[in-house]
């Protein structure tokens, strides 16, 4: 908000922009817990996977989380979630018949 608009507009345009200010100010902290908390469980599993290794434990490092995914997942409609299963569902049972498909050719040889 700049000076003019502050002294010389409608004082309940300067409530506008605090009340919009307030509501950025909740998400970027709500985004910036969010990163704190996968950053924390990436520490969790590098520490996990250092200490089983110092014990001759073989521990695999967790993969990185995709947040573009997790982001997308929470956005989709219930709808588009059961689609999206369904699709996925589809693609294994495909390629489990192609792999059965090729098991029967290979016995009928």
């Not at 919009?20 to 969790?44: V, W």
């Not at 990185?64 to 219930?78: A, F, R, V, Y």
């Amino acid at each position: 908000m700049t000076p003019e608009q502050f002294w010389d507009n409608d004082p309940a345009l300067m409530w506008s922009y605090r009340i919009s200010y307030i509501k950025q100010q909740k998400i970027q902290n709500s985004r910036d817990n969010q990163l704190a908390y996968f950053q924390g469980i990436y520490n969790c599993s590098a520490f996990n996977t250092v200490i089983n290794s110092a014990f001759g434990k073989k521990v695999e490092y967790m993969e990185m989380l995709d947040l573009d995914k997790i982001e997308k997942d929470s956005k989709m409609t219930e709808e588009e979630k059961k689609k999206e299963s369904k699709k996925i569902l589809e693609q294994q049972l495909k390629a489990e018949l192609m792999k059965t498909m090729n098991i029967l050719k290979k016995e009928s040889e």
